[in-house]
């Protein structure tokens, strides 16, 4: 069961017994506890795709609040196996190919392809 619904499981299980009230608090205090990284006014400057279908983005600038296991900073990865890892990466192909800024590249607070390397969960172009 992932960690996520592991919490929602337990904030039912705790509604029981607790009022609405208190489940805010510990509901905004749980979700403090997970750092996720965030880019923001950056730009694409490498992206490196993998046989394997995982791709690595490297970003101009370093990401703040990345969770613990991260140990390189600017760079970010994903899975283009999936649905998702390969609209991120299509957008940052766009991105990079055109040098256009990314507003905004979040994770998803884990390391999952990569150890050191966080994984990708949006990537929000602007021009």
């Known amino acids: 069961m992932s ?5 929602r499981n337990l904030v039912v299980r705790l509604g029981q017994y607790f009022p ?6 510990l509901l905004a205090a749980s979700s403090s506890a997970f750092a996720v990284g ?8 490498n992206v490196d795709v993998r046989s394997d279908g995982y791709f690595l983005l490297t970003f ?3 990401s703040t609040t990345p969770p613990s296991c991260v140990n390189v900073g600017n760079r970010m990865s994903g899975n283009a196996n999936t649905a998702g890892g390969k609209a991120v990466l299509a957008a940052a192909m ?8 990314v507003n905004l590249a979040q994770g ?5 392809e990569y ?13």
């Open 20 to 25: 609405a009230t208190a489940m805010v608090g």
């Open 60 to 62: 101009s600038q370093a």
């Open 38 to 45: 965030n880019v923001q006014g950056t730009t694409v400057i």
């Open 115 to 127: 150890a050191g390397i966080e994984s990708i969960m949006i990537l929000q172009q602007g021009f």
């Open 3 to 7: 960690t996520s619904n592991r919490y």
């Open 94 to 101: 766009l991105a990079y190919s055109t040098a256009s800024p």
């Open 108 to 112: 998803t607070g884990a390391c999952s």
